[in-house]
T-cell receptor
């Protein structure tokens, strides 16, 4: 069965860095694009970043562009999000997600990892 | 950026009642790129509908989606206790992909 497990969240001071990981299993990781979506406490969902199956195409939300870097290691079935220059407004649960088998919609999500940016 | 506006913000209904949730896009969205998600407290979102009207795997038939262009609707024909949750629409027709702010369906 498809599993996505995020890790790497925690408490970090403003201006600090954190690297999130998403370990994928139960499917051919290299066949799918992947996304990061976040949710601030008590708020709605915000798309953060996308990476194509090969890693050759990458997009970012304007709110994180220049500070966050998405990457993947298809040999390790892993997705990453390097987050630098963190701000209080980056505080959120970060989810990795995969499209459904139809290719439409985000059909599989991890359980999320909480990032708290606070002094 | 395409802004997705959901209404109402909160829907108070009783089990067995019909729920109608609205999602309006600030510009036309191809139906293929419109999805609906359900989220319960402490859980990740779950895909309900993609392509505006196609139920995802394992989603009960009481959930249906419709609409085109800028106006989309999620209907729950007869609310079950497990359906009380927050629902989000999302477009990925244009970058960046955007979500609506959510509609909370609560028990009346």
């Amino acid at each position: 069965q498809v599993q996505l497990v995020e890790s790497g969240g925690g408490l970090v001071k403003p201006g600090g860095s954190l690297r999130l990981s998403c370990a994928a299993s139960g499917f051919t990781f290299s066949d799918y694009y992947m996304s990061w979506i976040r949710q601030a406490p008590g708020k709605g969902l915000e798309w953060v970043s996308y990476i194509s199956s090969s890693g050759s195409t990458i997009y970012y939300a304007d709110s994180v562009k220049g500070r966050f870097t998405i990457s993947r290691d298809n040999a390790k079935n892993s997705l990453y999000l390097q987050m630098n220059s963190l701000r209080a407004e980056d505080t959120a649960v970060y989810y990795c997600a995969r499209p459904s088998s139809s290719g439409w919609g985000l059909g599989y999500w991890g359980q999320g990892t909480l990032v708290t940016v606070s002094s | 950026e395409i802004v997705m506006t959901q209404s109402p913000a909160t829907l108070s209904l009783s089990p067995g009642e019909r729920a109608t949730l609205s999602c309006r896009a600030s510009q036309s969205v191809s139906s293929s790129y419109l999805s609906w998600y359900q989220q319960k407290p402490g859980q990740a979102p779950r895909l309900l509908i993609y392509g505006a009207s196609t139920r995802a795997t394992g989603i009960p038939a009481r959930f249906s989606g419709s609409g085109s262009g800028t106006d989309f609707t999620l209907t729950i024909s007869s609310l079950q206790p497990e359906d009380f949750a927050v629902y989000y629409c999302q477009q990925d027709y244009n970058l960046p992909p955007t979500f609506g702010q959510g509609t909370k369906v609560e028990i009346k």
